[in-house]
Structure formats: C-alpha cells, structure tokens
C-alpha cells in the first residue's frame, strides 16, 4: 500500500470513529432515568479505537455494501463489547481503563450492573434499525457471539484459579473472549452488506485472526507500552498474575531458577508492583516477547490470506485495519 | 367458572410447568464452561410459578396458535425473568429468594454477574428458535421489555435515596420493572400465535395491567405473607425501607404521629426487625391493605376487560390465570 493511499484510508478511519462517537454520545442523551443513562454514556466517552465497529463498516464495504446501512449495526457492536468491559472490570476489580476511572469506581458497584445490562439491552436496539428480511441469522450472529463473549470471560475467571493453564486453553479462551467478537463483527457487516457465502465466510475468518492477534497484542502492551499511552499500569496482569499468552509461554519454556520465580507467580496469585522489573528481565531474557510478536505476525498473516479472494482495491481498508492494529501502542 | 374448568386449567398449568422445568434444565447442562452454566442452572430451579412463560403460551393460544411454536419464546421470557432477579438480587444485597440462598451469596459477585448475563444471551437464542418472518418485530418487543426492565430497576435505585416518591413516580417504576415484562409476554405470545391487530393489543394491554396487581400483591404479601411459603422475611420492605405501595399509600394518607413514624422509617432508609409490628399495626390502622387490595382488584378487572373480545371458551385460560395471580400466597 503505498503512503498516499494510507493517508486516505487514515483519515476514513478518523473521519468513521468521529461519527461514531458522536453517534454513541445520542443514544443516551434523552433516555431517562439519566441516572442509568448518564454513567452508560460515561463510560462510551473512554476514546477508544473503535476498532470493532469499524471492522463492521469495512467489511459491509468490501462486500459491495454502504455504511449508511450498517451504522447502527456498528454502533451495536461496539455496545456489546462495552457492555463486557463494564461488568468485566467489576469482576476484575480495575480502577481504570484507558486512564479513565472504571464506572464501579466512579459511581458504584450497583450503577455499574445495571449500567452494562442497559448498554447491552440499547445494543440490540440499534442492531435491529438496521435489519429487514435477514433479522434472524443476523440476531443469530450477534447473540452467538454475546454468548461466547460470557463464556470467554468465565474460562477467563476459572483460570485465576488454576495452576496449570495451557497455550491451548489459552487460545480457547481468547477464541471466545476476544476472537469471537471482531468475527462477529466482520461476519455482520458482511452479511449486512450483502456478502456472499464466501465472502461471508473469508471475512469472518479474517475477523477471528485479527482477533486473535489484537489478544496478544494486549497481552504484549502490558509489558511494553507506555502507562499513559496504554491507559494501564505497566506489568498490571503481572501484578494480578493474569494467565496471559506472554506468562504462559515463558512457563513453557523457563527452567531453574527462572521457572522457580515464574511458579512463585502463578501459587501467589500475583507480584508486588516493585517484582515488575524482576519479571519483565524473565520475559526478555527468555526472548517471550519475540515469540509473542511472531505469534501476532502469524495470526495477522493468517488473516490477511482471508482477503485474498479479495480485489487489492476493496481489500485495502482491512489490510490498512489489520496493519495498524498490528503497530498499535495503545 | 365452573370447577371442573377450573381443574382442567390447573392441571393443564400444572403440566406445563413441569415442561417448562425440565426445559429450563437442559438449556444449560451441556454447555461450557460448567463454573458459569451449573450457577445460572442452579437459579433456574427455584421453583417459580413460572408466571410469565404461561402468559405467553395462553396469549398464543388464545388466538389460536399452538403451544408446540413458542415453546422456546416461552423459555425466553422465563430466562430474560431470571436474569433480572440475579442482578437485582445483587443490588438488593438479599439473601434470599424463594427460600433459595441468592446467587451471589451462594457463589460470589463475579459469578452472580457472570451468570447474569449469559442467561440473558441465551435468552435471546432460545427466542430465536421460535421465529421466523416475524423475527425484527418480535425481537423488538423482547428488546424494548429488556430496555424496560432495566430502567425500571434503575428508577427503583433511585427511589432508595429518594424522599418524595409519590405513588404516580411508584406507577412509572412498576410499568418498567414490572408491567413491561408481563406485557411484553402476552404481546410476544399473540403476535407468535398469529393473532391479529386487534387481539395482539389487547392481549398485551390484558397483560400491562396483570402486572400491575402482581407487584401490588407482591407488595402486600412482604405484610400478609407466610414467611415459610412467601419465602422472604416477613416485613423485609420495611425493613429495608423499600418505596413499596403500601408504604406510599400510608405516607398519603397518615397524619400526627403515625406519619411522623413512616418519616423516620423514610429518613432513616428502613427499620430494625423488632420494629415491624409497629408497623404494620399503622398499616392495619390507616387500612392500607384494604386500599391495596382494592387496587389490586381494579387492575385485575381492568386486564380482564381487554379480554371481553374473545369468546369465553378461548379467554378461560388467561381469566384463570389472572385469577390464581390474584389469590396468591406466595
């Protein structure tokens, strides 16, 4: 892609996650009560990437469709995937994401519920404003993924407790927490936007990829990204004794003393905040974050094979999508 | 009614009630992970009248549908019930519920949340199975009940802190909390079993106001209830000092030191346990469970009025029903 074409998709992308903000910012203007609403439109303020929208919108594109037609689909998504933050951090006991407190933080535990559930329950509303004959299998998508979103964050919950956690288990987990989401996400907007079976089915293994890679690639920021560029403490899952691929894939590979350390880890539940540098010299000394950077790289080029029945013209938007979630710092 | 009637619709309730059971039993035995699904399974066995899936499978009758077609729809508004009572349980901090240890108190917050919503988002797959053609509008009026629900649920939160809660803002909170769902039951029913317009918004108006006697009755019964059999603590409104009808209706109408004993029960947001006879002697002075009753009544004759269309051989099942709604004891 060369940087002109870049700069174009670049600004798409900017121009498409200032609609939608916008947009996310109505849906809870003239609700009552407000003291329901107004937390739920706290927490749609937090600047993110918008990236599962806009895997939505792009996809409905690639396919033929309009973004007129999918908008409120994508609103939809991005909706759900709030909804899961909300309750997740509660379960999580963060104070903050995207430097932003945690709404159980800034108001409390009850409102931030009940928060979620209104987020999730709008997030239908909107889907459905943008279906006519084809509702059922869209629902059907949708829901689909709801569930597997669940069922991601309890294999996430059961694994705080487990010692023996495995790649693969990992993956199964992520497959459902993360993965099933933006393939949902890439599935919808090409159903929506009048896809075709293979199409459909390229675009919703390109959703799943992608989805895998941005999974680790979180995994990988808590280690290197920037506090205030990441919006998270810096070795945060080291400090909670997250399962993430990173812990995981050096307690494949770590032997004496360093597998010692790393067990110490995993029976304690966690690290002091004064262990990070401690743990983060295992990760580079055991190269962990090269295997989790090539690991990324596999499951980004696995997806972008998916675009390959795909015209370079259409396929651009993902392939810009992919490459810059690939970079991202935050 | 005659009584032989009468027997027949029992037994026809009674039978359906155990179908509805071991349904709701299967929905969640072979899915993963167990550590979520046995705790949203373990809800679902508390033994409920299962009200609101036999509002729907009469509704559906009625207009000549068969039960056989929203067998599935029918779980879904049990499921979408169920998920309401798990998160509200929460927010309640209760104990228990039917005589069943709540969610959180028998597992822990995160599960109680976790479990929640994964019978919300199965609620919508089992609603599913049920539609067709008529998916958008069907999933629009379960979507719109959900909304409901929720914002019922956050102006009851609101009333807690709340001093002046006049029975008309009780009416708005009920209609959401409550109402919304019972009605949306015989809207969902009659639209399903093909009724037509006519049916359609009787039915649901039947249902909108046999949800205002059930909460109500349910108000009445924290006063009159059999603990064993009500399965709360007698007098826990009071207690908890919950804007309940009772207590509004007490509030309009005391004067000199009985208002003077409801203002503190107000102001101090509840009352101890050794205070609820107290209580309820002002309750049983100011006739608040006449009035409560009376109203209870009016709306029962109210919802039976919507069903004046329908001939007596079809309306039998639903005057029963509204009837066993009225006598309850538990």
Do not use: P, W
């Given at each position: 892609m060369n940087s002109t074409k870049y700069k174009i998709i670049n600004s798409l992308y900017l121009k498409k996650k200032k609609e939608i903000n916008s947009q996310l910012e109505k849906i809870f203007k003239k609700r009552e009560p407000q003291s329901l609403y107004s937390p739920a439109s706290y927490i749609l303020k937090n600047g993110g990437k918008r990236i599962r929208p806009m895997l939505l919108l792009f996809s409905a594109k690639v396919v033929g469709g309009s973004f007129a037609k999918v908008k409120h689909a994508a609103?939809?998504?991005?909706?759900?995937?709030?909804?899961?933050?909300?309750?997740?951090?509660?379960?999580?006991?963060?104070?903050?994401?995207?430097?932003?407190?945690?709404?159980?933080?800034?108001?409390?535990?009850?409102?931030?519920?009940?928060?979620?559930?209104?987020?999730?329950?709008?997030?239908?509303?909107?889907?459905?404003?943008?279906?006519?004959?084809?509702?059922?299998?869209?629902?059907d998508i949708f829901t689909k993924a709801l569930i597997e979103v669940c069922e991601g964050q309890g294999y996430d919950k059961d694994f705080e407790t487990l010692k023996n956690v495995s790649i693969k288990n990992y993956n199964l987990m992520i497959q459902k927490k993360t993965a099933a989401?933006?393939?949902?996400?890439?599935?919808?907007?090409?159903?929506?936007?009048?896809?075709?079976?293979?199409?459909?089915?390229?675009?919703?293994?390109?959703?799943?990829?992608?989805?895998?890679?941005?999974?680790?690639?979180?995994?990988?920021?808590?280690?290197?990204?920037?506090?205030?560029?990441?919006?998270?403490?810096?070795?945060g899952d080291l400090i909670e004794g997250k399962k993430t691929y990173l812990l995981l894939k050096a307690l494949e590979v770590a032997k004496g003393n360093d597998k010692k350390m790393l067990m110490k880890l995993i029976n304690n539940k966690g690290i002091s905040t004064k262990e990070v540098t401690k743990y983060k010299e295992i990760y580079y000394r055991l190269g962990i974050l090269q295997k989790a950077n090539k690991e990324i790289e596999r499951n980004t080029k696995q997806a972008l094979n998916y675009l390959n029945f795909l015209e370079d013209k259409e396929k651009d938007k993902l392939v810009w999508l992919a490459k810059f979630l690939l970079n991202r710092t935050n």
């Open positions: 609103l939809a998504v991005e909706l759900l995937h709030s909804f899961s933050l909300v309750h997740d951090d509660i379960m999580d006991n963060a104070d903050k994401r995207r430097n932003l407190i945690t709404l159980h933080k800034k108001y409390d535990l009850n409102t931030a519920i009940l928060a979620g559930d209104s987020i999730l329950s709008i997030a239908y509303q909107e889907l459905l404003k943008d279906l006519n004959n084809n509702s059922k299998n869209s629902i989401l933006t393939e949902m996400c890439c599935h919808l907007g090409a159903v929506l936007g009048g896809g075709d079976k293979k199409q459909t089915n390229s675009l919703k293994l390109f959703g799943r990829y992608i989805g895998f890679a941005f999974q680790i690639r979180d995994d990988l920021l808590d280690i290197t990204g920037d506090e205030n560029q990441f919006g998270k403490v810096s070795g």
